[in-house]
């Protein structure tokens, strides 16, 4: 930029040889060089006063593979008019533009929409498109940035626009009985269970304690002043929990790496069981052994039947990433006295090591209504004895998402 106001003085040192020389044509050239120089140089300072750039979508938020409108516009509010300008709109590489192909951007995982055109004074381009995102996960639109020079192309100059736009985009969901699962009772029966749910925060009484009660139920006071073993009693619940339990572990040791086709598969398997047990009231939970992203806490969503509940497991499960925060047997050991009682437990697993099974048994045994979704043909049955399982594989791959 140095060398091209630079180019301005020509104008003068003209004017000057020609009146020392006494030739008008000169003197004449290097006043229309020093004009048109100025008037450029003026012109690109002011090329961008009033210029504005929007991008948006018609949902910030899709489901995998779902389309969604992206609008963006650029728009000139003054007099002085673009003559050319090239408009580059930064979207991830994950997302796909109907009929388009965007250009690599410098930076990885990045792409350029682009626009050249020219705009005249108080003039708006619009342009409407149709993206998805071919995987789940949370992404960018934008910044945009404008290129543009004056008349004559000598001063260019560029312009950076607002930041980025994310956009997410859900995991798939499935309906459970397209993967096989019973419709009535998809998560199997609950053999000598008491099936009424119960509230632990609404205590009715105590009774003596029966073979088979869990610790957690015993009242340690009511022993002290009887004698004998009492057990509470709970009044019934209107709320049934269920919790999803995720196991992001698809491969024994984390230095393995891990198996993308098995991770997408059980995520999508936790989102459809978090949809399905939404549709029926039920107040769902998440808890798994990741942490999302930028952050060092690990994943845990206690039960709610809030409305906004169900969009928070799907942004969670949408950014859930392969490294994991530990194994999950370790977290249940330490939220097993958090669970309320009488809750379903959901475990989604692709790779399930022998402390998660017994976790699980255990949790039974507590009277926990268990059920485990396998979504590998890589685990070992035996080792899920006592619990019901379902399993998913070609059931997975050849039905339909619902969304």
Request: no cysteine.
């Amino acid at each position: 930029m140095v060398f091209r106001d630079l180019w301005l003085l020509v104008g003068p040192v003209l004017i000057g040889v020609g009146a020392g020389t006494g030739q008008p044509m000169i003197t004449g050239i290097g006043v229309v060089v020093l004009v048109v120089g100025a008037i450029s140089r003026l012109w690109a300072r002011y090329l961008f006063r009033r210029v504005s750039a929007r991008a948006d979508l018609s949902e910030a938020r899709a489901f995998q593979g779902e389309q969604v409108e992206l609008r963006f516009e650029v728009e000139n509010r003054k007099l002085l008019p673009l003559p050319w300008f090239d408009l580059r709109l930064t979207i991830s590489e994950e997302i796909d533009v109907e009929g388009e192909t965007p250009a690599a951007a410098s930076a990885p995982g990045l792409n350029w929409l682009s626009r050249r055109g020219a705009l005249g004074w108080y003039e708006r381009r619009r342009w409407r498109l149709r993206v998805s995102a071919g995987e789940r996960g949370q992404f960018q639109i934008g910044p945009t940035q404008i290129q543009s020079a004056d008349i004559l192309g000598i001063f260019p100059r560029y312009w950076d626009g607002p930041a980025m736009t994310p956009f997410i985009a859900y995991p798939r969901v499935f309906a459970l009985d397209d993967l096989g699962f019973p419709a009535d009772r998809p998560m199997g029966e609950s053999k000598g269970r008491n099936r009424v749910f119960e509230d632990p925060l609404r205590i009715a009484g105590v009774r003596d304690y029966e073979p088979g009660d869990p610790l957690r139920r015993i009242d340690w006071k009511a022993t002290a002043r009887h004698g004998e073993l009492q057990s509470r009693v709970y009044e019934p619940s209107a709320v049934q929990h269920l919790y999803v339990l995720l196991n992001i572990d698809t491969l024994e040791h984390s230095w393995e790496g891990y198996l993308k086709d098995d991770l997408e598969r059980t995520v999508s398997i936790a989102a459809s069981l978090a949809v399905w047990a939404t549709g029926r009231r039920y107040a769902v939970g998440l808890l798994a052994n990741g942490s999302l992203p930028n952050s060092d806490r690990p994943i845990h969503l206690a039960p709610s039947r809030a409305r906004s509940q169900l969009t928070r497991i799907l942004e969670t499960l949408a950014v859930v990433q392969p490294l994991t925060m530990g194994d999950l047997a370790g977290r249940l050991r330490r939220e097993a006295g958090r669970l309320p009682l009488g809750s379903t437990l959901v475990l989604a697993a692709a790779y399930i090591p022998d402390e998660l099974a017994e976790a699980m048994r255990r949790l039974q045994d507590e009277g926990y209504r268990v059920a485990v979704v396998v979504t590998s043909d890589r685990v070992d049955l035996d080792k899920l004895h006592g619990l019901s399982v379902r399993i998913t594989g070609r059931q997975f791959e050849e039905s339909e998402a619902l969304v």
